[in-house]
C-alpha cells in the first residue's frame, strides 16, 4: 500500500498565508512556505479546494473546476507550487467537490436559463400535490433542503447551502463532466484526491419523504449505487495509477460501508474519513450543544473503527483536526494547564493507530480556539444558520453564542500563527477571519523552544521508520480503563514480531495501568515525558502522558 506509512498535511489555503496583503491566504503565501512544510516531512499535502467560488461556503460551492479562484492565485501558481513541493517529494492531494456545485457554476446558470440538458444535471422536482416542498429532507446547514428554481414551478435540491445544488449522478453526462475534473488534475501532476462528502451522491432518481419518524439522511446516504459510481470513477481516472492516494469524506457512514470503500480488492478508494469518533461531545447527537465530551463513547468509537475495518482490510484515515471542527486541543485536552501535554498525547494517540494519519495546519504548534466576542466576528454561513436556530428554540443570545464558540467551523480556520508580530504574521492587511491567540503559539516560538513541533516530526519519522505502526495489527488494550485509550500494533508472528505497546493518559490526573508483561524493559519510542519503559507489570501514566514502547522480534 503506498499510502500505509505517509502522513498527510491539510492546509486551508485562505488561512495558510497572505502573500499580497489582502488579508486572504494564496497560492503564492504556500509558494513560500514550501521549506517549513517540507521541514515537517510530510509527504503529501491536501489542499482544500482554491477553485473559482463565490465562497459562500469557503470554496466548497465552486463556481469552475478548471479556473483557480482568482483571490487566491493563478493556474501558473497552482504549476509552480506543485513543482516546489515535488522537488521535496511531497505530492498533492486536491479536494473534488462532486456533490454539489455553485449556483454560479455554468451548469447551474444554463439550466436556470431553460436549457434542458443542463436541467438534467440537477435534482429539480415539483411541490408535492399537498403543495409542501418536494421531499421533507432538511439541509445540513439548516432550513429545508428546497429552494426554488427560478420563476418555474420546480425546486433544485441543495443538501448543504442553498447556493451548493446536488447534482444528478444519475446522468452519464454529470458522471463524465466529473470525472474529467479528475484526469485534467491527473494530467497536471496531481496524485491524490479527496472526495467531498462521497456517500451522498447516490439519491434515487426521484426523490421522496423520509417516512416520519425516521431520519432524512437514511434515504440518501451510503446507498449500494454510491459504490457502483466510485468503482466508475475509479475505473475512468485514478484507478490506473498505482500511486494514487484516494480519501472518502463520508457523513453519517457504518464500519461496513467504510470497508466497501477501501478495502483494496474492491477498486474504490484508498481510504475513508469517518465522523463519529468527532461526535462524542454532542447531546444526543446534536452538535449545537455544549457537553463535556464522553471518553468511553471515544475509546470505544476508536476501538470499533480500527478493528472493524481491519477485519475487512479497508483503511481509515486518522484525524482529530480538520477544517470543518473546532480545535480538538479545546475539545480533549486542556489548553490552560497541559497544552502541551494533551497536545502531544493526542498527537499519539492518532498517529500511532492504524492508518494514515492526517495533520490539519497549526495544529503541529498546538494552536487553540480563537477567542471571539460576537457573532460578527465569525465568518461561516453555518455558524450563523445555526445561531438564528439557537435562538429561534428559545436560548437567549449569550446561550447560543456559548454554544456556537464551542462548535464553529470559524474555530479551525483562522490564520496560522508563523510569528508573534501582527496578526501572527500571516498577513499585513486585515485577516479575512480573526486570529486566536498567537503571543506564545506560532511557529517561530515551536521552532526555538517548543515541544510539540519536535514531537510531530519525530512521530512522522517514526511512521516512515517502523513497519509496526504503519502496518501492525491493532488490538485494543485495557479497553475499560477509565482515562486511558491504549493499544498494540504487531507487525509478524511468533517469537520474530515486532510489537508496540501505545498508552495514551486522556485527563489531568496521574493514573495506573496494567502492562503486558512481555513489554516490561521494552524500549521507549516515543513519550511526552521524560519516560522510562515499564520495569513491571503496572505503569503509572502522568497527566496526559503518551507512552509507546517497542518490542523488537527476534530479540
Ligand atoms: C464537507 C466539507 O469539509 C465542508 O467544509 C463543506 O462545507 C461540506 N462538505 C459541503 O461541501
Redesign the pocket.
Known amino acids: 500500500m503506498s499510502f500505509a506509512d505517509k502522513v498527510i498535511y491539510q492546509i486551508y489555503p485562505k488561512s495558510f498565508y497572505d502573500s499580497t496583503g489582502s488579508g486572504v491566504g494564496d497560492l503564492r503565501g504556500v509558494i513560500e512556505k514550501v521549506s517549513y512544510i517540507a521541514s515537517l516531512g510530510v509527504d503529501m499535502v491536501w489542499f482544500?479546494p482554491f477553485f473559482a467560488s463565490p465562497q459562500k461556503?469557503?470554496g466548497?460551492?465552486i463556481s469552475n473546476y478548471y479556473a483557480i479562484e482568482p483571490s487566491m492565485g493563478t493556474m501558473s501558481d497552482l504549476e509552480e507550487l506543485i513543482a516546489a513541493l515535488d522537488e521535496h517529494g511531497i505530492g498533492v492531494m486536491f479536494d473534488m467537490?462532486f456533490?454539489?456545485v455553485s449556483t454560479e457554476h455554468e451548469w447551474f446558470q444554463r439550466a436556470l436559463a431553460g436549457e434542458k440538458e443542463y436541467q438534467d444535471f440537477f435534482y429539480l422536482q415539483p411541490a408535492q400535490v399537498n403543495g409542501s416542498l418536494p421531499t421533507n429532507w432538511k439541509s445540513?446547514?439548516g432550513g429545508p433542503a428546497w429552494e426554488p428554481f427560478g420563476d418555474t414551478n420546480l425546486y433544485y435540491l441543495h443538501l448543504?447551502d442553498v447556493s451548493?445544488a446536488d447534482l444528478n449522478w444519475h446522468n452519464p453526462r454529470v458522471r463524465q463532466e466529473l470525472f474529467n475534473v479528475v484526469n485534467f488534475w491527473r494530467d497536471k501532476g496531481v496524485r491524490g484526491f479527496r472526495f467531498?462528502?462521497i456517500n451522498v451522491i447516490g439519491k434515487d432518481e426521484v426523490l421522496l419523504d423520509a417516512p416520519e419518524g425516521t431520519l432524512d439522511k437514511l434515504m440518501y446516504t451510503d446507498t449500494p449505487r454510491v459504490h457502483t459510481w466510485v468503482k466508475e470513477m475509479n475505473r475512468a481516472s485514478f484507478g490506473n495509477d498505482a500511486n494514487s492516494v484516494t480519501v472518502g469524506?463520508l457523513s453519517s457512514t457504518t464500519i461496513e460501508n467504510g470497508v466497501l470503500y477501501s478495502a483494496p480488492a474492491r477498486d474504490e478508494l484508498s481510504m475513508i474519513f469517518s465522523f463519529h469518533h468527532l461526535k462524542v461531545d454532542y447531546d444526543a447527537g446534536n452538535k449545537w450543544s455544549r457537553v463535556p465530551f464522553d471518553f468511553e463513547a471515544l475509546k470505544g468509537l476508536w476501538h470499533g473503527w480500527a478493528e472493524g475495518v481491519q477485519a475487512g482490510n479497508g483503511w481509515n484515515a486518522l484525524f482529530l483536526n480538520?477544517?470543518?471542527q473546532p480545535r480538538a486541543l479545546n475539545r480533549f485536552g486542556d489548553v490552560e494547564t497541559y497544552r502541551v501535554e494533551s497536545a502531544t498525547m493526542l498527537a499519539a494517540a492518532v498517529h500511532l493507530s492504524r492508518g494514515t494519519p492526517y495533520i490539519y495546519m497549526g495544529e503541529e504548534i498546538g494552536m487553540v480556539d480563537p477567542v471571539y466576542s460576537s457573532m460578527d466576528d465569525y465568518v461561516d454561513v453555518?455558524a450563523h444558520n445555526a445561531f438564528a436556530t439557537l435562538r429561534e428554540s428559545g436560548l437567549s443570545e449569550a446561550q447560543a453564542f456559548e454554544v456556537v464558540v464551542s462548535k464553529a467551523?470559524d474555530n479551525s480556520r483562522t490564520p496560522m500563527q508563523w510569528d508573534a508580530s501582527a496578526h501572527a504574521g500571516f498577513t499585513s492587511g486585515t485577516p479575512w477571519l480573526g486570529t486566536a491567540d498567537y503571543a506564545e503559539i506560532n511557529v517561530e516560538a515551536e521552532q526555538r523552544e517548543g515541544k510539540i513541533l519536535p514531537f510531530y516530526k519525530k512521530l512522522i519519522a517514526l511512521r516512515h521508520e517502523y513497519p509496526v505502526i504503519s502496518r501492525g495489527r491493532y488490538t485494543p488494550w485495557v479497553a475499560d480503563h477509565r482515562s486511558v485509550y491504549a493499544f498494540t500494533r504487531q507487525d509478524g508472528e511468533g517469537s520474530a514480531a515486532t510489537e508496540l505497546l501505545v498508552l495514551n493518559n486522556f485527563y489531568g490526573e496521574a493514573t495506573d495501568v496494567s502492562v503486558p508483561e512481555r513489554f516490561i524493559g521494552g524500549q521507549v519510542l516515543i513519550s511526552n515525558y521524560s519516560a522510562d519503559a515499564p520495569t513491571s507489570g503496572a505503569y503509572r501514566l502522568l497527566p496526559y502522558q503518551t507512552l509507546a514502547v517497542l518490542i523488537q522480534g527476534g530479540q
Open positions: 482544500n461556503d469557503n466548497y460551492d467537490v456533490n454539489h445540513k446547514f448543504y451548493q467531498d462528502v469524506e480538520n477544517h470543518d453555518e467551523r
